[in-house]
C-alpha cells in the first residue's frame, strides 16, 4: 500500500477520512461512537476544512469555547482533534500538534467521595430492593465488589475462585456487546462473606462460561432496564437525596460506595486502587476523604488548644479587648 505524499494544505476533513481508522483503533466501542459524534457534532462544522498545516492553538481554542455542551462534552471533542492531529504529527503533515497549547477552564474537582452512601443509606438500600431475584443480586454486588454496572453484567461463573475466595473481573458489557474492561486491564476482586451467597444463588443451574448475573430471561442487565424492573426512580431518593442542582443517586455511585467503604474498613491505598481498578493513585486518593477526616481529627486537638485560651480569659471574649487597637 502506497501512502500519500505528505501535505501540509490536506484539510482536517481529508485527514479524518484518510486515518480515523488509525485515531479510533485502540479504543473501546463505547469511546470509538463517542469520539464519531463529537467529531461530526463539533469538530467537522467549525475547522474540518482547514488546511491542517494552518491550524494554530488559537485556532482550536477558539473553536472549544464556541462549542456547545459541558466541559466534559466538549472535552471528548477536544480529544479527538489532537489524536488526530498526533497522527498528522506521525505522518509529517505537521511539526507539533496544535490541541497541547490549548487552556482549558479549571473545574472543581468532583466530591465523589460525597456521592457514596453512609451504612445507614446501605441498609435502607438494601431494606427497599426484593427480597430475592436477579435484580437483588446485581444490584448489591456493586458495592460488595466495587465493579462497574457493565462489568457485573459481563462476569462468568469461570471468573469465580471459590476456593480462593476471589472473582476475575475481566470484561464489561455496553449497549449489549461485550468487551475489555476500562483501560483494557484486568483485575481481581475479594468474594467477601456477603457476596458469596450471592454468588452461590447466581450459579444455580449456571455452566461454567454462563454469565453470573444475566436477567430473568437471560439477557443482560443494562442501567435502563434495571431502573425499569426495580421502579428505581421512583424510590431513590429514599435511600440519599442530594442539594439542589445535584444528580439524584445513579447506579455508578454504588461504585463511589464500594471505595469509601474500602477505605473505611482498612484498606491501604494502593490496595483500593488495585480492586477499582484505577489508573493512578491520584483518582482513588479522591475516595480517601481525607479533607473530612483531617477536619474529624483536628476537632479535638482544636477544641483543646482553644479552651486553654478560654480558661485564661475566663470564657468568651475579654471585654477589655473588642479588637479596636486593630482597626477592625
Not at 483503533?25 to 467537522?44: C, F, I, N
Not at 485556532?59 to 492531529?85: I, K, P, Q
Request: hydrophobic share 40%.
Amino acid at each position: 500500500m502506497t501512502l500519500p505524499v505528505p501535505d501540509p494544505s490536506t484539510p482536517l476533513s481529508v485527514l479524518w477520512e484518510r486515518y480515523n481508522g488509525v485515531v479510533l483503533r485502540k479504543l473501546a466501542d463505547s469511546t470509538q461512537r463517542g469520539y464519531r459524534y463529537a467529531w461530526g457534532k463539533r469538530v467537522a462544522p467549525s475547522l474540518a476544512h482547514l488546511p491542517v498545516g494552518s491550524l494554530t492553538t488559537l485556532d482550536v481554542e477558539v473553536a472549544f469555547a464556541s462549542w456547545t455542551g459541558g466541559e466534559s462534552t466538549r472535552g471528548d471533542a477536544l480529544s479527538v482533534l489532537s489524536s488526530l492531529c498526533a497522527v498528522a504529527v506521525k505522518g509529517g503533515y505537521i511539526a507539533s500538534n496544535p490541541c497541547h497549547g490549548v487552556e482549558r477552564r479549571r473545574e472543581q474537582a468532583a466530591d465523589v467521595a460525597g456521592r457514596a452512601l453512609s451504612l445507614e443509606e446501605f441498609d435502607r438500600l438494601r431494606a427497599l430492593l426484593p427480597a430475592s431475584g436477579p435484580y437483588r443480586r446485581f444490584v448489591l454486588a456493586m458495592p460488595y465488589t466495587g465493579c462497574r454496572l457493565g462489568e457485573i453484567a459481563g462476569l462468568r461463573l469461570s471468573d469465580v475462585d471459590w476456593e480462593g475466595r476471589t472473582l476475575l473481573v475481566a470484561r464489561t458489557v455496553t449497549n449489549g456487546r461485550v468487551g475489555p474492561t476500562k483501560g483494557r486491564r484486568l483485575r481481581v476482586v475479594p468474594v467477601i462473606t456477603q457476596l458469596e451467597p450471592i454468588l452461590r444463588e447466581a450459579a444455580e443451574g449456571k455452566g461454567q462460561h454462563d454469565y453470573l448475573f444475566a436477567g430473568p430471561r437471560g439477557g443482560f442487565i443494562n442501567s435502563k432496564n434495571l431502573s425499569r424492573a426495580l421502579n428505581w426512580h421512583q424510590w431513590r431518593d429514599q435511600v440519599k437525596t442530594f442539594a439542589p442542582g445535584e444528580p439524584p443517586l445513579h447506579w455508578h455511585d454504588l461504585r463511589h460506595t464500594a471505595a469509601v467503604f474500602f477505605f473505611r474498613a482498612g484498606l491501604p491505598a494502593p490496595d483500593v486502587q488495585a480492586l477499582l481498578g484505577h489508573s493512578t493513585l491520584l483518582v482513588t486518593q479522591m475516595y480517601a476523604d481525607t479533607r473530612r477526616e483531617a477536619a474529624r481529627r483536628g476537632g479535638p486537638l482544636l477544641s483543646n488548644f482553644f479552651s486553654q485560651s478560654d480558661s485564661q480569659l475566663g470564657g468568651g471574649e475579654s471585654p477589655a479587648d473588642s479588637g479596636s487597637h486593630l482597626g477592625i
